[in-house]
C-alpha cells in the first residue's frame, strides 16, 4: 500500500475515533442535563434559569416564557437580578397549578416592580428549582452565591419559599450568611424568622431575611381572637398534630397548643404520624380512630396541625363518623391554603352531608383572600353611617383597609394589562388560594427596597448589605400597600400584626363547594397602628 494511503487511512481511522468520542460526550452531557446550565438529577431537572424553561412542567411553560420576555424588555438598562426559588417539578396536578400561580405572581410582581417606581434598578427575574422539599438546594445555592458575586448577574435578593422544612432552613440560612438578601412569601413556620427585641440586643439569626406571611403563632393568635369563646373553650377543643418531622406541622402545633384556654379540661391532643408531605401512607386508617375518639370526647372544634393532603382526609374521615348530627369545624394553618384545589364533587358532597347543613367545616388562615378588603370595608361602613349618621370622608376611612383594596386593584389592572398584550400565562390567574397575591407582594416589596437602596447615577447597583438593610425600614410611611394587607416589616423583619383572612370551605348546597371569606383575624387582636408605626412594645 502506498505511503499516502496508509497515512490516509489513519487520518480517517483517528477521525473517526475523535468522532465517537464527541459523539459519546455529547450524549452523556444530554443525559446529565435537561438544558443549557440545568443539571439532571434523578428524575429532576435542578438549577436555575431566567431563559423560559419550564423545568418539565407543562403548567409553568406559559409564564416560564412570559418572564423571560420581560427579562428580555430590561436588556441594556440598569437592573439586578431576583430569584424564586421554589419546588417546579411534581407528580400531583394540583401541585404543579400551585406552581404556576407562584410565578404568575412572581411575573406579576416584577411587571408592577419594573413599571409602578419607574427608576433604576430594574428586576431580571430568574427560577431557582431546588428539587422536591428543597432536598438538591446545596447545588442551587451554589449558583446563586456565584451569581450574586458576578458582575453581570448581579443577584439582590431570592424570593419565593413555600415550604417550613430543614432543607429550606439550610438554604435561607447559608444565603443569609453570605449577605444575600432573602424574602420568604409563603413559609409560616416559626422556625425560619428572626426574634423582635425592642432593647437592640437581638442577634439574627437569619441577617437580611425578611417575612411577609404571619408565623403559625402569629396565625393561631389572629384565629382565637377571631372565633373569640368558641375558640377558647377547653372541653370543645382538640389538637390533632403530624408527629412527622416537619417545621410547619410543628410550629403550628406549638402554637395551637400556646392558645389560653378556659374551663374544664377538655380531651388530651391526639397524634397521627404521616409519611411525608404528599404522600398518605396509612393516615386514613389513623384518621378512622382518631375521629371515632373525637366524637366520643364531646369536642366539636378541632385543631389541625398538618399538612394540606393529610387535611383533606382527615376532613372526609371525620365527616363519615356518625356522632349524634354534630357539626364539626377544624381550624388550621395556611398551608391550607391549596386544600380547594385537591377537592372533588364526590369530596364536596361528603362534606356536605344530607340534611343540607355541612358536617364538616375547614376554617384556615389565609395569607390573603381576594375578597377580604371590600367585604371588611363594606362592614366598616355601615358601623360608621349607624353611628355617625352620615357617610366618612376619604380622610376618615380606615388605611389598613383602604390601602390592600388599593394595590388589589393594581394587581387586577397588571393582570388585564397582560391580557390585553396577548401574554399567555397559562390560566386566568386564580387569586383565591392567595398565591399569586403573596408572590406578587413579595417581588413589589423587593422593589421598594431596591429603590430605596438605589443611590448615586442610574448605573450604580445597590450592595446585597445594602438592600438587606432596607427590610427594616419598611415600616411607617415606608410600608408596603400589599395586596394581603399592609406590610410593615419588624427590626427582626418580620411583618407586624399581619392581618390573617379567616377562610371556611363552604360546600355549598351542590356541585363543587368554595373559599369563603369570613373576616380578619389581628395576632394582637386589634388592627394595625395609623400608618403602621411599629410601637416599641411589638413583641
Known sequence: MPIWKK?????????????CVWLAVLITHKLDTCTEGIERVGD??????????????????????AIAAQNKKIDGQPHVTVAVMLPLQSDRAALRRQMRSDLQGAYLGQRQANEGEGEPPKIRLVLANPGRDYKQQGKVVDTLLRMADSPTDRLRAVTGFNLSLGDTEKAVKRLTAHKVPVLASRISGDRIANEDRTDGTAKLRFPGLA?????????????????????????RTVLVYDQRQDGYSESLAKAFSGIKEKGPA????????????????????????????ICDSGADTVYFAGRTLHLRIFALKLAQVDCKNRHYTIVSGSDAASLRQAMTEQNWAQLRGTDGRPKVTVQY??????????????????KWEAEHKRKPTEAELPQYLTEPLAALDTLKKQIESARGEGVRLGSDPDLQDSRTMLVYDGLITIGKALHQAQKGGAEAVPSREDVGRQWSLLQSRHRVRGTSGLICLTSGGNAYDKPAAVVELDPGQQGLGQLKFVGLGWPTGHEQPKNCVIPSSAP
Open 365 to 382: 388562615a389565609a395569607p390573603a383572600h381576594p375578597d377580604a378588603w371590600r367585604t371588611e370595608l363594606a362592614e366598616w361602613n355601615r
Open 211 to 235: 417575612r411577609i406571611i404571619p408565623t403559625n403563632h402569629d396565625a393561631a393568635q389572629a384565629l382565637a381572637n377571631f372565633n373569640g369563646e368558641r375558640g377558647r373553650e377547653n372541653r
Open 266 to 293: 377538655g380531651p388530651a391532643a391526639m397524634p397521627f404520624e404521616s409519611p411525608a408531605i404528599d404522600e398518605a401512607g396509612s393516615t386514613g386508617n389513623q384518621f378512622a380512630q382518631t375521629a371515632n375518639n
Open 7 to 19: 497515512i490516509l487511512y489513519a487520518l480517517l481511522g483517528v477521525g473517526a475515533l475523535a468522532g
Open 44 to 65: 429532576e431537572c435542578i438549577g436555575v434559569n431566567g431563559e423560559g424553561y419550564d423545568f418539565g412542567t407543562p403548567e409553568i411553560r406559559d409564564v416560564s416564557r
